[in-house]
């Protein structure tokens, strides 16, 4: 979204400028270099700052140069300091950055426009980093800075003599260390120095390293998020961004929520106090909400699976208190936490990070009508309270298993709503129980169309994503192609991540001939698959935990009954 526009100080401005130059001009009057004026720093009492717009406003004007003029206009009335410096040598953005920081006026590029924007802002001084130039009003004192000169004047206003070196060659240590600096304001970068030759342009930076090393909680008024690949945009955010109390985050713009640290360090802030600057493009208010509320999914992040995060649940499914309906209702769910344990390491072989699950049937299929007819005992959420409560402070995950009988998901789905809103909860809908109205247990197998399916999927997706809540898990069994009419139009929602769980009991080979007939054809579906163990009904037992990883594709979801 572009939202550089003309104001009546922007006219103002080129007004006042008419007659200067563009940037690459040489100055009419000769400049002083910053050793003549350090010690001389004279603050000039002008109120200049004024104000930001709301945070959630983002800012794009295409390029780096623009969002600082940008933000220069939306910012600062006036100025009694002004840096400019060229965006293709990332040691002298670093440096000027740090330098404006200090001063708190505004950074700024080489631009077409520059030279109007500092007649409207009417500096003292006009400090210009490296080989740049603009013509500046001419009763302003413009500093032609070295990068060693800009250090030492920036250590003067700051009172500060520690140093932290930067690499000689830009990395994303440049970007870290520096923001870093200009947060704290009790140290200044220095750049090392090196016999190599600096490569021209700008560096490819580690995305991992810039996001990871930015993602430091503050207590900023507003965050400012720039894509990690845009060093020049976080440097102008680091340093003008300081005069009204924002600060930079980075993010990986094709990936928001896939870093758990930015939900970290942005913890407490509204999704109002959060605007993007540059390129990156404006997330999704969802994610938005999701990183400003913090909560996370057991293992970590935002994600169910996350991708650069492997990731399995294994899982322990019945009813509590019903060791017929399961392996989960033989214990109570401590005593479960505990059985689970040796299954743990065995689905960790693989470097998945192995989550705890309670699979609970929330509905239970019943041999009798019941007083509603439907063939479905819908049992109270609070029957499985001692169970939340344990998969929350165990950093385990629970999924609540519906057998429909005569009534359909959404239905049953929307009994356990609260349930729904805690973040560790997710929703399975087994298709086998889902009768229709002359179908009866145990007589025939139920099945469902993908139709009624979606709007569980969209119900869902919907609760999800007005409550700010991290990504939710929605498990379909299947053992049947019929159970899953027109499976190929299942929807998918990124507030949701769908697993099919390819279930039924037997032999391995039987077992394996199923899995494999169901997953063929869906290489590219938006699912992923899941796998599951009988400890009574498989012959002669269930899989091996390595034999059960072996499977292809490899499941990401694992239950035992």
């Known amino acids: 979204m572009k939202l550089l526009r003309t104001s009546p100080l922007i006219l103002f401005a080129v007004m006042a400028a008419a007659c200067s130059s563009l940037v690459g001009e040489t100055p009419t009057n000769p400049a002083p270099s910053s050793a003549d004026t350090a010690d001389t720093i004279t603050p000039i009492a002008r109120d200049c700052v004024a104000g930001v717009a709301e945070g959630s406003v983002a800012v794009d004007s295409g390029d780096a140069a623009g969002d600082a003029l940008f933000l220069s206009g939306e910012l600062f009335v006036c100025s009694d300091d002004v840096v400019v410096v060229g965006e293709f ?70 009172g500060v003599t520690e140093e932290m070196s930067l690499p000689a060659q830009p990395d994303a240590s440049t970007i870290v260390k520096t923001v870093a600096a200009i947060r704290s304001r009790d140290h200044v970068v220095i750049p090392g120095t090196s016999s190599a030759p600096t490569e021209p342009g700008i560096p490819v930076l580690n995305t991992d390293e810039v996001v990871r090393g930015l993602a430091v909680p503050t207590t900023a008024n507003s965050i400012w998020m720039v894509d990690a690949a845009d060093p020049i945009t976080i440097l102008l955010a680091a340093a003008t961004g300081r005069s009204v109390g924002a600060t ?38 969802w994610q938005l909400t999701v990183l400003s509320n913090g909560r996370q999914v057991p293992g970590g992040g935002f994600y169910i699976l996350p991708k650069d995060n492997p990731r399995r649940y294994l899982a322990f499914y019945g009813h509590p208190g019903i060791a017929s309906l399961g392996v989960l209702g033989e214990q109570g769910p401590e005593a479960t936490l505990e059985r689970m344990k040796p299954f743990l390491d065995d689905y960790a072989g693989d470097g998945s990070h192995v989550v705890s699950t309670f699979e609970i049937i929330a509905t239970v299929a019943s041999a009798g009508d019941g007083d509603d007819g439907n063939y479905s005992t819908e049992w109270p959420a609070s029957k499985f309270d001692d169970w939340i409560r344990t998969a929350r402070e165990n950093d385990a995950y629970v999924v609540l298993d519906l057998q429909p009988g005569r009534s359909d998901f959404l239905t049953q789905a929307k009994r356990y709503e609260d349930l729904l809103l805690f973040p560790f909860v997710g929703l399975a809908l087994d298709p086998e129980w889902r009768l229709k109205p002359d179908q009866v247990h145990l007589r025939q197998i139920g099945s469902v169309d993908a139709a009624e399916i979606n709007e569980v999927v969209h119900w869902l997706a919907d609760l999800v994503r007005d409550n700010g809540l991290p990504q939710k898990m929605l498990m379909l069994h299947q053992f049947s192609d019929f159970m899953i009419r027109n499976r190929e139009t299942l929807e998918e929602r990124p507030e949701i991540q769908m697993i099919i769980q390819i279930d039924g009991n037997g032999t391995e ?45 490899t499941p990401v979801y694992v239950s035992y009954q």
């Open 509 to 553: 080979p039987q077992k394996n001939r199923t899995y494999f007939n169901l997953t063929k054809e869906a290489a590219d579906a938006h699912w992923s698959w899941g796998w599951k163990n009988f400890f009574d009904e498989d012959e002669p037992g269930p899989p091996s935990p390595e034999s059960t990883m072996s499977k292809e594709p």
């Open 89 to 158: 040598d990332l040691t002298e953005v670093a440096v000027g950055a740090q330098l404006a920081a200090a001063v708190e006026g505004p950074l700024l590029y080489p631009h077409p426009r520059l030279a109007a924007e500092i007649g409207r802002l009417k500096p003292v001084r006009v400090h210009l980093i490296g080989s740049v130039d603009v013509i500046s009003p001419p009763d302003a004192t413009v500093l032609h800075h070295g990068i060693g000169d800009a250090v030492d004047y920036t250590k003067t206003v700051l």
């Open 248 to 285: 930079a985050i980075a993010i990986d713009a094709e990936d928001v929520l896939g870093y758990p640290e930015v939900g970290e360090a942005i913890a407490g802030h509204s999704a109002d106090a959060i605007r993007f600057v540059g390129r990156a493009p404006a997330a999704d208010p």
